[in-house]
């Protein structure tokens, strides 16, 4: 790869990985509180029955050992036991026996009941996320890249199944099993039970020095795979920029490079996390030890029987399995209070753009539109717009014309509110926006992009997107208006054209159509247009030109355009210039001052001569 080739996959790299830092955050009891608050809603009506079911089935997990036991001390090791042994030995085995199907029942409902309440609440979970994104302003997205947001709404929120499906029930089953396999075995020796849990301190002291670098092995992997989430969903979408310039093989090298680190990340974290296995192994092996060691003087001094060192052994080995899925437990929480790190971090993060308490729903509005010396900036220090002072009266047109940059897309923004303002305000019939409910507000306002966004579905429920209660007809009636229905009933199936993601099956100009007849049946008082004839060929913006004389009268109209064609018939036109207002007035008055607009005029008659 070249020199400036590593740059540029440099400053790629910084702007892929800006988003997702290492969270370094001590172990949040009051973030697990929040998280199994998701439960609450669900106490009352299924928890009650995987709790008896836990119960149920950890009672006949700790009964079984015991009957084990009465039948080799009075059934198997008694020399004169005779036909009553045998009849005792069957009696213990059909006792066991009812036990393991109690238990089967027990586990498979409570099984059962746990998925229900862990993907209820998955769904809770993410449903909160995904509605709470919704609703972000501008500026998150805006230093975010979208694989970035889609890894929190799929990866983390995933990542947390295990542990409301199985993890919590599994937790207190364990817990409550190995309360009840230590009061047992103290009971029948208490110097016995002590000596084979003398190790299970140990344990505790070696495998609580991986907890910390376990945790953030986990970060690091969700880490890793926001950037790749992110780097995949850019390629995708730049995937004919990539190929026009040929850079394909850099970009696989550099997507490599992502894999690679995210797989090493993975393998460390796990490498961690079998690190428990050995530790519970090894405690358990020593105890065993200990036990047969300890046990068998036991035995020989009359002390135990040999149905109490079976007993034993039995309870031996199902408290350390309790063991081992508590230090995966463990590992598991780890994993989740990562992922919920991080989702919490979205959840937890304000809008810029804010309602206030005492916000009304704005009126049904006439379209007198004002900017009181505006001031904004996208970055501290860089102002885009600088004192603007403009006042549109009620079914006017207004055209925002200038260079790249001059702020014309900018007024847009802070008339349907996506940004606030540093400095100044922004009226709409005399209310100050910011004092009115967002959604009175934008359902107000039509806008229509340059780079309109077409959804996945029928060409019919694009338009509908406008006005989702609108009827067949109504829709119809919008396409005509913008001249979109010939060439909807021209697709395969009309108005039941199915369309993939971003329209790519649809010509540009096409695109720009149906988005027409979606503004226009949202019917707004104020209508933007944001460079919307930019992708339209002459033919067809002769005909949009017609529409628009019907679409536009009686609407506070804004067009930011650079074709004359779109703008000389606007009532006033604003010519901006590095966030400022240098001239305004009609087509003639601005031709007749001989100023930018007569400049931006002149240049483009001569590109078009050219």
């Not at 501008?138 to 995933?158: C, E, I, M, Q, W």
Request: with cysteine; hydrophobic share 45%.
């Amino acid at each position: 790869m070249s020199e400036q080739a590593a740059k540029a996959q440099n400053k790629k790299e910084r702007f892929v990985y800006q988003d997702d830092e290492l969270i370094e955050k001590p172990f949040n009891w009051a973030q697990l509180r929040r998280l199994f608050h998701y439960m609450k809603p669900y106490r009352k009506q299924l928890l009650p029955i995987i709790i008896i079911m836990m119960i149920i089935g950890t009672a006949t997990r700790l009964a079984i050992p015991t009957i084990i036991i009465m039948a080799i001390d009075e059934a198997i090791t008694p020399k004169d036991g005779g036909a009553g042994s045998v009849i005792k030995l069957y009696e213990y085995a059909g006792m066991a026996f009812g036990l393991y199907i109690v238990q089967w029942a027990a586990n498979t409902l409570r099984i059962r009941y746990t998925n229900i309440i862990g993907q209820r609440i998955i769904y809770d979970l993410r449903h909160d996320l995904f509605g709470h994104i919704q609703k972000l302003s501008f500026r998150f997205f805006d230093k975010r890249p979208a694989g970035s947001v889609l890894v929190r709404v799929t990866n983390d929120v995933n990542a947390l199944q295990d542990l409301f499906t199985n993890g919590v029930v599994n937790l207190m089953m364990d817990c409550v099993q190995l309360v009840g396999i230590v009061i047992i075995l103290l009971a029948w020796n208490f110097q016995l039970g002590l000596a084979v849990m003398i190790t299970v301190p140990l344990m505790f002291i070696v495998s609580s020095t991986l907890r910390r670098r376990i945790r953030f092995a986990w970060q690091d992997v969700r880490m890793k795979q926001s950037r790749i989430n992110a780097h995949l969903n850019e390629s995708i979408q730049g995937i004919r920029v990539t190929q026009a310039y040929v850079q394909e093989k850099d970009n696989i090298g550099f997507f490599d490079n992502m894999n690679k680190v995210n797989m090493l990340s993975w393998n460390k974290a796990s490498a961690l996390n079998q690190a428990f296995g050995p530790v519970i192994e090894i405690t358990s092996a020593i105890g065993t030890l200990i036990l047969f060691w300890y046990g068998s003087y036991l035995i020989q001094t009359e002390v135990i029987t040999i149905g109490i060192l079976v007993g034993f052994a039995t309870y031996i080995g199902n408290f350390w399995d309790p063991i081992n899925r508590l230090g995966q437990m463990y590992s598991q929480l780890l994993i989740a209070m990562a992922s919920s790190e991080r989702i919490f971090e979205f959840i937890d993060e304000k809008p810029t753009v804010g309602e206030l308490e005492h916000a009304k729903d704005l009126q049904e509005i006439r379209g007198d539109v004002k900017f009181e010396k505006i001031v904004f900036e996208y970055e501290k220090g860089r102002p885009a717009l600088k004192g603007i002072d403009l006042e549109v009266k009620a079914g006017q047109s207004i055209a925002l014309v200038g260079h790249t940059g001059s702020g014309k897309s900018t007024i847009i923004n802070l008339l349907c509110r996506f940004y606030d303002p540093v400095q100044g305000r922004v009226l709409i019939d005399g209310q100050d926006i910011r004092n009115v409910t967002i959604e009175s507000l934008r359902s107000q306002v039509g806008i229509v992009l340059q780079d309109t966004f077409i959804f996945s579905g029928s060409i019919r429920d694009n338009i509908r997107y406008g006005r989702l209660d609108a009827t067949d007809e109504e829709i119809e009636l919008a396409a005509q208006a913008v001249n979109a229905h010939d060439f909807i009933m021209s697709l395969p199936d009309g108005y039941e054209t199915q369309v993939q993601e971003r329209g790519n099956a649809l010509s540009m100009g096409q695109r720009q159509l149906l988005s027409f007849a979606r503004a226009l049946l949202a019917d707004p008082r104020v209508l933007i247009l944001d460079e919307a004839t930019a992708s339209i060929d002459t033919e067809t913006e002769l005909k949009i030109q017609e529409a628009l004389k019907t679409l536009l009268f009686g609407r506070t109209s804004f067009i930011i355009a650079h074709r004359l064609s779109t703008i000389r018939h606007a009532d006033n036109i604003v010519v901006l210039d590095h966030g400022q207002i240098m001239e305004q007035g009609n087509h003639d008055q601005l031709m007749e001052q001989r100023g930018i607009y007569y400049g931006l005029i002149e240049a483009q008659y001569r590109f078009l001569s050219a």
